[in-house]
């Protein structure tokens, strides 16, 4: 079946590194994506993976993908207040809509 | 802005309404999805329209139904309004090429 799991919560220092972590289940998902939830705000695709690719870098943002573990990875450097938001994993098994995680909420503290 | 608009912004309503919640799709996307965010059930897949066809249908109830028309915007129409149903609906579009959805700012019913 398909399944998404992440950790609820996070909470970093200011100028440190985030890791937010994912876990999916179906090895058939050709892209998996992170998304980023600001309060009252809808979701924006923040970046995405495809599935024979093993790591992404896009400015403050580096995807690493175990595809073996079925293990995904959102590493956000020099975090900033402004990144306090709910980060969400999401997978795209086969040709089929999107199946999310339940959302990581990260906390910055200045 | 992700170019994916969506009307109203917020409802609120009775037990037992009806309502119809729009959305707009970017530029030259032809599909569209909708999702609900719900406290208890995270984000949940609804229902897919391609070019004014359903493509594919999630955990959408009976009492809700949508449709894409020919200028390719949708509607979500949910009736019998039940308490539990207040969430936030989200729609989203893709390009022909399916890989990428992007999401609007969401519609949030509140159901008293």
């Known amino acids: 079946g398909e399944d998404v799991e992440q950790s609820l919560f996070l909470s970093v220092r200011e100028g440190d590194s985030s890791v937010i972590n994912c876990t999916y289940t179906d090895s058939s998902s050709t892209y998996l994506y992170w998304y980023k939830q600001e309060p009252g705000a809808g979701l924006q695709l923040l970046t995405y993976i495809f599935s024979n690719m093993d790591m992404k870098q896009d400015q403050r943002l580096t995807v690493l993908l175990n595809k073996k573990d079925k293990h995904l990875s959102l590493r956000i450097a020099d975090t900033q207040t402004g990144d306090s938001a709910i980060y969400f994993c999401?997978?795209?098994?086969?040709?089929?809509?999107?199946?999310f995680g339940k959302g990581t909420r990260l906390s910055v503290i200045a | 802005d992700s170019g994916v608009t969506q009307t109203p912004k917020h409802l609120i309503t009775a037990t037992g309404q009806r309502v119809t919640l729009r959305c707009s799709p970017r530029s030259g996307d032809l599909s569209v999805y909708w999702y609900q965010q719900s406290l208890d059930q995270g984000l949940q897949f609804l229902i897919q329209?391609?070019?004014?066809?359903?493509?594919a249908k999630g955990n959408i109830l009976e009492r809700f139904s949508a449709q894409q028309f020919p200028d390719l915007h949708s509607e979500l129409n949910l009736s019998s309004l039940e308490l539990g149903d207040s969430a936030l609906y989200f729609c989203?579009?893709?390009?022909?090429?399916?890989?990428?959805?992007?999401f609007g700012p969401g519609t949030r019913l509140l159901v008293l």
């Open positions: 329209y391609y070019n004014g066809e359903e493509r």
């Open positions: 999401a997978e795209r098994p086969g040709n089929t809509p999107l199946v």
């Open positions: 989203a579009s893709s390009p022909l090429s399916g890989e990428t959805q992007y």
